[in-house]
């Protein structure tokens, strides 16, 4: 199983940038999907979750309004788009799998039984 999380980069404050993650050699329509954050000096952090199949999405409070999280199926990949950027938002991000029937808090990242390699966001005010 191999997650590639692509997209980040440098960007001002106000600035949009969009994540993709790329999933492979897993049956995707049977996995959530999430995104978490770790900030230099700091525990990794759950961003956003989305359902297999889509009708379950969540956010964290801190990103809501601002990120949106979305699913291709048929191409195997899971996005964030990120708008209004903040200097707290600069972390390194990852993408994770768990399987749909998994039961454990969607919130937690041992919950999650893939993960991608990360990919940096680094916002200047």
């Known amino acids: 199983v191999q997650l590639q999380a692509s997209g980040g980069g440098l960007v001002q404050a106000g600035d949009s940038l969009r994540l993709s993650c790329a999933a492979s050699?897993?049956?995707?329509?049977?996995?959530?999907m999430g995104w978490f954050r770790q900030a230099p000096g700091k525990e990794r952090e759950f961003v956003a979750f989305?359902?297999?199949?889509?009708?379950?999405?969540y956010y964290a409070d801190s990103v809501k309004g601002r990120f949106t999280i979305s699913r291709d199926n048929a191409k195997n990949t899971v996005y964030l788009q990120m708008n209004s950027l903040k200097p707290e938002d600069t972390a390194v991000y990852y993408c994770?799998?768990?399987?749909?029937?998994?039961?454990?808090?969607?919130?937690?990242?041992?919950?999650?039984?893939?993960w991608g390699q990360g990919t940096l966001v680094t916002v200047s005010s």
């Open positions: 989305i359902s297999s199949i889509i009708g379950r999405i």
């Open positions: 994770a799998a768990r399987q749909k029937f998994r039961s454990g808090s969607l919130y937690s990242p041992k919950e999650y039984d893939y």
């Open positions: 050699g897993l049956t995707f329509s049977n996995y959530n």
